[in-house]
Structure formats: structure tokens, C-alpha cells
């Protein structure tokens, strides 16, 4: 699935939402900034089909209706949308949203879920006191386990502070199982994002493949062959030419 937006508006003379173009897609994450409190959740709002763009056009390869469209693309987070109210703790939200995705909700599957998010210490927590990363990772999981998502979008996930390269990972992850990412965010954590991006492999895309880079060093240790100079134990052999016994042998000639 692909989705376009080109000059996308919102509000009389865009006041709300100025000129945007963006699109986003299946298996990838996309990156816009977009500043102020009430921008990113236009933005999101319209990306999902659940708002019509004052300007401008919204483009969904395959084309399908506005309800397909808007039970495929799950606004995670969203100011005054979808962000869970201050005050629930995180076993409540996650008890919710699973009864909306059609799954057991009881308690015990509520912390098997948190257990599976690595967020079962939270549980009792609010919402408002979940560290920032735990917190875009559990709604963005539970938005995902929803059938018939496709997208999502990260709706100003840096408001809750939190370093960007911590958190965008979540969005990475969401990307390489097939989902379409967009990550809204503010001009700041974009501008760090997209240089830490743009680096040979070495801020972002490392805490995925960080496992692996640890494995092939400890290969390296396997040629610890270290052990073979150790085979230079056999010039101990050279311990035996301490056969210095034979010069007593000549000891027999004296006793000629």
C-alpha cells in the first residue's frame, strides 16, 4: 500500500496546516516535520483518511474506500485523538486496546502482553509516567495487532521527550514486518534523524543489527588460536636434549 499526499491544506488560507507533500508506503518509514501542537494530528488525520484536505490531493495505491482506508492506517498517539487520557495506567490502555482489536483482554492477558513488550513493570504505572520509548513502543504494538492494519502513523512521539535515536528504531522495527511508517515529528528531531541516517550504518539502524555485530567479534574470539602458540610448549621438547645425563657417560671414561 502506498499513500500520497501533494499540498495538503487545512484551515482558511492553511493557516492551520500549510502546503505539505509527503508519502509514505509498505516496508518503509517516512520522516516529515511539521512544528506546533495541532499541525502533526491534522497531518495525521488526513494521512489516514479521516480528514479532507482544505487543498490538495490524497492518493492510495490500491485504491479502496474511505472506511478500508481508515481501518488500515492507525493513528498511534495522537494529540487530542488518540493519546490515551493522563491519568490511565498502561494495564488499563492495553486492556482497552486489545478488546479493540478482538483479543483476550483479561488481566492475565494483559500482562502476558506486557510481558511479550517488555513493559510488564509499567503495568500499574500512568500513562503520563511511562517513559517516552516504552510508551510509543507498547501503543504502536497494540495499534498494529488490529487485523486489518497496514500504516501507521507516530503522531509527535518527541513531545514526550526522549532521544529520537531511541525511539525511531520502534518505527523501524514496525517497517521491517511490512507496515507502512509515518513519523511526524518536530523539526529538530527530524534534522537529527536525518543526519544520524545519513551516516554509514553507525546511529540509528545499529540498535537492530547490534546483536549481530556483537556475534561476529566473539567468531573472532573462536581463532583464539592463541592456543596454538601454546604448541610453542613443544620447544619444552627441547627440555629433553637436557639428556645433559649423557655427560655421564663420560664418567665411564674416567674410570678407564
Known amino acids: 500500500m502506498r499513500i500520497d499526499l501533494v499540498d495538503v491544506t487545512a484551515g ?51 485504491e479502496m474506500s474511505g472506511d478500508e482506508l481508515r481501518a488500515s492506517v492507525a493513528i498511534v498517539d495522537a494529540p487530542d485523538i488518540s493519546e490515551p487520557a493522563s491519568g490511565l495506567r498502561l494495564d488499563g490502555i492495553v486492556q482497552e ?18 510481558d511479550t513488550l517488555g513493559a510488564r513493570e509499567f503495568a500499574r504505572t500512568p500513562i503520563e509516567h511511562v517513559p517516552a520509548t516504552v510508551r510509543l513502543h507498547v501503543l504502536a504494538e497494540l495499534a498494529a495487532m488490529r487485523d486489518s492494519v497496514e500504516a501507521l502513523v507516530l503522531t509527535s512521539p518527541d513531545r514526550h521527550g526522549g532521544d529520537p535515536l ?31 541516517l545519513a551516516e554509514p550504518e553507525a546511529t540509528v539502524a545499529p540498535k537492530h543489527v547490534l546483536p549481530e555485530v556483537v556475534e561476529e567479534p566473539e567468531v573472532v574470539e573462536e581463532p583464539v588460536v592463541e592456543e596454538e602458540p601454546a604448541v610453542a610448549e613443544e620447544p619444552d621438547s627441547s627440555e629433553e636434549p637436557q639428556v645433559v645425563e649423557e655427560p655421564e657417560v663420560v664418567e665411564e671414561e674416567d674410570t678407564k
Open 166 to 196: 531511541e525511539w525511531y528504531p520502534i518505527a523501524e522495527g514496525l517497517a521491517e514486518r511490512g507496515y507502512g511508517v509515518l513519523v511526524i515529528a518536530g523539526a529538530a528531531s527530524v534534522a537529527l534523524l536525518d543526519a544520524a
Open 97 to 114: 486496546e486489545l478488546m479493540f482489536a478482538d483479543m483476550p483482554s483479561s488481566s492475565k492477558a494483559v500482562l502476558e502482553t506486557l
Open 12 to 62: 482558511e488560507g492553511a493557516d492551520a496546516l500549510p502546503p505539505t507533500t509527503v508519502g509514505f508506503e509498505s516496508g518503509s518509514v517516512t520522516l516529515v516535520a511539521t512544528e506546533t501542537a495541532q499541525r502533526p494530528t491534522l497531518l495525521a488525520l488526513i494521512a489516514s483518511g479521516r480528514m479532507i484536505p482544505a487543498h490538495g490531493s490524497v492518493t492510495r495505491e490500491p
